[in-house]
């Protein structure tokens, strides 16, 4: 690899989101070196075949988060609420993060946010992440938050099922609200071109869209690839009562509009049109159970 190209430093690169954004920079050329807690396991030892630079460590640990940004062009990072500690954890993590961005005197940070952290959402995981942004802005980094709407990839594992030969798609979202959705897989690419520099979105934030559509329309979505009759069940939000965070979010997509996905800033970070919905299907291999 050449040693003169842009050395981007990734934080989540043996995770689907930040893997994205590996596979978008290999694919223009730059260089990249990982963060990753285990360099024998086999999604870590997959990023060195090719070609990745692996710096062992983890968020807790500020020694290798130095060793992560030094000497780095750019960084992009991100934190999920998933793990012990939750929106707690995700917020100390990535203030971690730019804290060692400034004390390495990184050139620009990419931090990986959500649509809406600005807007009170009161939904705990995007509160956690306005709270890591607002950390970069008191630290005064030259950063880019990147905010992507609804992940359409959440649907691999989310809502759908097959009963007596039909697609049944349900959510706690009204039937005539509309969701608006991006892949992880144009997060990867839109995150990679804000690195790699020259976008008129750096020093800013910007809410990235790939599409739009209400719960029938997503149903219809998978009933064509699937090849069978396609129906939509809207749950009350009582039904997610129980998953306080879950039910914050899908209270707030209830109360439009929620996401502000801007699709022509994400159509020029992209350098054409993302991923529609139905092409998200397709691509994903998704079947019928």
Partial sequence: MNVSSPLIAVVGATGQQGGAVVTALLDHGARVRALVRDPESSRAAALADRGVELVPGDLADPNSLDVLLKGADAAYSMATMTGPGGTEAETAHGAAVADAARRTDLPHLVYSSVGGAERQSGVPHFESKRRVEEHIENLGLHATFLRPVFFADNFQGFGISTENGDVVVRMPLPDNVPLQ???VHDVGRAAAAILLGGTAVEGGAVEIAGDELTGPQIAAAFGVAAGLPARYE???????ASQEDLAAMF???GQTPAYQGDFEATRT???GAPLDFPAWIRASGWTAD
């Fill in 181 to 183: 959705m991006v892949t």
């Fill in 251 to 253: 209270r707030w997509f």
């Fill in 234 to 240: 809207a749950l009350p939000l009582e039904a997610v």
């Fill in 269 to 271: 970070l992209l350098g």
